[in-house]
């Protein structure tokens, strides 16, 4: 039996969580579900698409995954399963599948009785598809096969970059406040060729990278690559976000030249 992992703008205050692992639970009592966040801001897809993609490969393949952002914004909007590297995504089609993966295997409509509430989608659609799934059972007898790139699409940032300058933009503001960009250390290192940077960020300048937290002080501001090798501005015991001003899409110029000016 598969893993399901779960992710929604629900939050914690009401039953909606709960309803939906209740009903899972109802047609597999033993089946296990992992909670990713329910805390995406609400209908913020980009908020969703870089927390799943964070983190959903940690998980074994064949996982099922509910995702469940901004799932009622349109009633023109399908419901469909996506296989992603090896994953199964269950979701509304809103673009959200789009910005994890330029290259979708497959994907169908699920199928479902339209005489059943579709105001919950996740708890009377979503919810047994996923078991199915986890069951073995093919996402190809869940609905019809959609044609290829047909799922809807949203458009990632793209980075600029030139011989000596990188643009890219903030692309999540975590809990502690800290930017974390769509700067990979691959596109840094090669466009750098060991010279000299400057990251420039209203009256602070980085011109260096960190390793780690320890060996910041208290209040420096830092320049590091994380865990998921993306260019993450932090202040240590502090909110960079703050600070600096800074949201999702802000933009980050990173210089490459003999000496700033």
């Not at 009377?124 to 007898?141: E, R, T």
């Not at 799922?151 to 999540?172: E, F, Q, Y």
């Given at each position: 039996?598969?893993?399901?992992?779960?992710t929604?703008d629900f939050?914690?205050?009401?039953?909606?969580?709960?309803?939906?692992?209740?009903?899972?639970l109802?047609?597999?009592?033993n089946?296990?579900?992992i909670?990713?966040?329910?805390?995406?801001?609400?209908?913020?897809?980009?908020?969703?698409?870089?927390?799943?993609?964070?983190?959903?490969?940690?998980?074994p393949?064949g996982?099922?995954?509910?995702?469940?952002?901004?799932?009622?914004?349109?009633?023109?909007?399908?419901?469909?399963?996506?296989?992603?590297?090896e994953?199964?995504?269950?979701?509304?089609?809103?673009g959200?599948?789009?910005?994890?993966t330029e290259?979708?295997?497959?994907?169908?409509?699920?199928?479902?009785?339209k005489?059943?509430?579709?105001?919950?989608?996740?708890?009377?659609?979503?919810?047994?598809?996923?078991?199915?799934?986890?069951?073995?059972?093919s996402?190809?007898d869940?609905g019809?096969?959609m044609p290829?790139n047909?799922?809807?699409?949203?458009?990632?940032?793209?980075?600029?970059?030139?011989k000596?300058?990188?643009?890219?933009?903030?692309?999540?503001?975590?809990?502690?406040?800290?930017?974390?960009?769509?700067?990979?250390?691959?596109?840094?290192?090669?466009?750098?060729?060991?010279?000299n940077?400057?990251?420039?960020?209203?009256?602070?300048?980085?011109?260096?990278?960190s390793?780690?937290y320890?060996?910041?002080?208290?209040?420096?501001?830092?320049?590091?690559f994380?865990?998921?090798?993306l260019?993450e501005?932090?202040i240590?015991?502090?909110?960079?976000a703050?600070?600096l001003?800074m949201?999702?899409?802000?933009?980050?110029?990173i210089?490459?030249?003999?000496?700033?000016?």
């Amino acid at each position: 039996m598969a893993i399901i992992t779960f992710t929604s703008d629900f939050g914690n205050k009401d039953h909606y969580v709960a309803a939906v692992k209740a009903k899972i639970l109802v047609y597999s009592p033993n089946q296990k579900v992992i909670d990713v966040s329910h805390h995406i801001e609400p209908y913020n897809i980009p908020h969703a698409a870089f927390v799943i993609n964070a983190v959903f490969r940690d998980f074994p393949k064949g996982t099922v995954h509910i995702v469940s952002v901004d799932s009622l914004s349109s009633m023109d909007d399908k419901y469909v399963v996506a296989k992603i590297e090896e994953h199964y995504f269950i979701s509304t089609d809103n673009g959200l599948l789009s910005l994890l993966t330029e290259k979708i295997i497959s994907s169908v409509e699920l199928n479902y009785d339209k005489n059943i509430a579709q105001t919950f989608p996740e708890k009377n659609i979503f919810a047994f598809a996923a078991v199915s799934l986890a069951n073995g059972k093919s996402m190809f007898d869940l609905g019809p096969t959609m044609p290829q790139n047909s799922l809807r699409k949203l458009v990632n940032r793209k980075l600029k970059i030139t011989k000596n300058m990188i643009t890219g933009n903030v692309l999540h503001v975590d809990n502690y406040g800290n930017l974390i960009s769509n700067i990979t250390k691959s596109q840094f290192e090669e466009t750098c060729e060991n010279r000299n940077f400057y990251l420039k960020l209203g009256r602070e300048t980085i011109t260096n990278i960190s390793k780690n937290y320890a060996n910041t002080r208290n209040g420096d501001l830092l320049l590091t690559f994380n865990d998921m090798n993306l260019a993450e501005i932090a202040i240590k015991n502090g909110s960079a976000a703050q600070l600096l001003n800074m949201k999702y899409d802000s933009v980050l110029n990173i210089l490459f030249t003999p000496e700033i000016n």
